[in-house]
């Protein structure tokens, strides 16, 4: 790992950006505003747009990887995906901290080598599923559910980028991670339809995973669709547990506080009483979120693995998992 300049301040850890996109932009404001990081450079292959990003977060511009290489402990690639691993290597190689934006590459093979070159040089390697860090779902994580079935869906209108990759490493790649995480068990069988509408790659999905454990998953994405909806539904033995991504919140309805309710309920209907409406019925209870900016709450705990030396919430084995699922799905359609 590159040496900290003399008369730096200690307790910072010196962070940079390559790629100056959208996510790139966000990044570099977030780097520039904790108090554990400073920004201290930029870099993209357009020179414009990494001009703009310096001249407005106040850092520089750098040359090239290496140079930046030479200034940071830790860094996050935004580059687009086919791009990931030659823009991660020069850090990699120097041990430098890489957190690495969706997903970690654009097939398994080249995920699988960000991994090894992360292992082999002692890096640490996040990638960035930002949804882990989604005030609702890091409620249902405390949780410590064991989900019987999980119904996802992430669908929205075009949004007129990304064209050329499909819409299952594009959007659902998002909830296979959470999936994954959610139910900690092996992927046994993939199903999946999908279609291609705009151009050569799928532009809706459906996919059903089911789990050596027996869990089973239903994925559905689209990027076709008239509404934005972002949610994930959880079935367990003891609950139910709805959440919304886009408006961070959720409620669950335990079975011990409902079962009796709905048994004497329908008991009363059997012995000719009145109807009762099933939704009055089912107590739900609100899912104690606090809110957070994901992105602040992500580089924090990437700064965090860094400080302490251990593994981040997202690892590059998580993110390869889920290319890896991604992969058999699109095989499978």
Known sequence: MSSRPAG???????AGVVGCGRMGRLHARTYAQMSGTKLVGVYDAIPK????????????????????????AAVTIAVPTEDHAKAAEPFLKRGIACLIEKPLARNSAEGRQIVELAARHGAILQVGHI???????????????????????RVSPLPFRSLDVGVVLDVMIHDIDIVLSLVKSPVKRVEAVGASVIGGVEDICNARLTFENGCIANLTASRLALKTERKLRLFSHDAYVSIDYQKKSGVIAHRAENVESIRAAVEQLRRGGEAKNFADL??????????????????????????????PVVSGEDGLA????????????
């Open 131 to 153: 949804e882990r860090f989604n005030p609702a779902m890091v409620a249902l994580s405390k949780l410590n559910l064991s989900p019987r079935f999980i119904e996802a869906v």
């Open 8 to 14: 730096e301040n200690p307790t910072q850890i010196p």
């Open 322 to 333: 889920a290319v890896e699922v991604a992969e058999r799905i699109v095989a499978a359609m």
């Open 49 to 72: 747009a990494a001009e703009t990003i310096a001249a407005e977060f106040g850092t520089k511009v750098v040359a090239n990887l290496d140079e930046l290489a030479e200034q940071v």
């Open 282 to 311: 089912v107590k739900l209870t609100p899912l104690e979120v606090k809110d957070v900016d994901q992105i602040r709450a992500e580089l924090e705990s990437f700064a965090s693995s860094i400080h302490s030396k251990t593994a």
